[in-house]
């Protein structure tokens, strides 16, 4: 699952755009961009962030796994 996380500076979780598995021919594409002072993580996680029920939960966890990981942009 791709997937694009804007955290601010103390790491929490400020928004998410999962990425389609397929784009449908003329149909648009998009992008999320952060604030100045936010980091932008493109990441691919594993399929157990599929199972998770509301966005509270996601952002929860994206917040624990962004700990490890560096920002892309």
Not at 57 to 71: D, F, I, M, Q, V
């Amino acid at each position: 699952m791709k997937i694009t996380v804007i955290a601010d500076k103390k790491g929490q979780v400020v928004g998410t755009y999962r990425h389609p598995a397929q784009v449908a021919k003329g149909h648009p594409t998009f992008q999320i961009h952060g604030a100045p002072d936010h980091t932008v993580h493109e990441l691919d996680l594993p399929s157990e962030f599929e199972k998770v029920s509301s966005a509270e939960e996601l952002h929860r966890r994206l917040a624990e796994h962004l700990k490890g990981a560096s920002p892309k942009r």
